[in-house]
């Protein structure tokens, strides 16, 4: 099966700027979880949705993080304006669905760069 | 928070077996846990998860202690491929929510 995808693999903005992360799930995969991964840390849980809902944000920063997840399929990331603090990989996985013991798949992120 | 605690690093001779030790104090009976493993410029990728009975699958086997505190993982004959960050995951219940710690950096010694 296909795994997880994720783009742009790369991105450099300045700070105050906006930018967007894409992320196409493991066909079937019910749930999607986003994760940011600052340089020598553990992935932190952003955002984690089950078909279209949410079903936690509490450690997104709402003010300029944004994310959605239209027809329960793709998803995308947003920050706008970013901080330099903001750079990290972002991380995307999902998993077939909630309370199944199946594990998560994770892409292999978006690195980002914030100057 | 997480709910793991792992050594921070580990060093291991090449065909030697790997133990990854991992502290899970706070489990609840419905909480599984999961390994995974990262490697550099990558995202993480599974290992095994276990409730309460030992796992093993051609990856590697997880022991889990009886009051289900602790668990090691097991990397039979460690390769230079093996060479990683570990991680120790306990699976919340209700939201099934993965929260990561700090990890395990693993060195394979030639």
């Known amino acids: 099966e296909a795994g997880v995808a994720q783009s742009p693999r790369y991105k450099i903005i300045e700070k105050r700027q906006s930018v967007a992360f894409w992320c196409n799930p493991i066909s079937g995969h019910a749930t999607l979880y986003w994760y940011q991964q600052i340089l020598g840390q553990g992935p932190k849980l952003l955002i984690q949705?089950?078909?279209?809902?949410?079903?936690?944000d509490s450690q997104l920063p709402k003010d300029r993080f944004s994310a959605e997840r239209l027809k329960g399929v793709d998803s995308t990331l947003k920050i706008q304006p970013a901080k330099l603090e903001d750079s990290a990989v972002y991380l995307c996985?999902?998993?077939?669905?909630?309370?199944?013991?199946?594990?998560?798949?994770f892409g292999n992120g978006t690195r980002l760069t914030v100057t | 928070d997480a709910k793991t605690t792992q050594p921070p690093s580990m060093d291991c001779a090449e065909g030697r077996a790997a133990n990854l030790p991992c502290n899970h104090s706070t489990i609840s009976g419905n909480e599984y846990v999961y390994w995974y493993r990262q490697i550099h410029s990558q995202g993480p990728q599974y290992i095994i998860h276990?409730?309460?009975n030992n796992e093993t699958n051609e990856m590697a086997s997880l022991i889990i202690t009886e009051d289900r505190k602790s668990s090691t993982l097991i990397l039979p004959h460690a390769t230079l491929r093996d060479t990683a960050v570990y991680y120790c995951i306990v699976r919340t219940s209700g939201t099934y929510k993965y929260i990561f710690g700090t990890g395990t950096r693993l060195k394979v010694l030639a």
């Open positions: 949705f089950q078909n279209n809902g949410v079903v936690d």
């Open positions: 996985a999902s998993s077939p669905r909630e309370g199944a013991h199946s594990p998560l798949h």
């Open positions: 276990g409730l309460k």
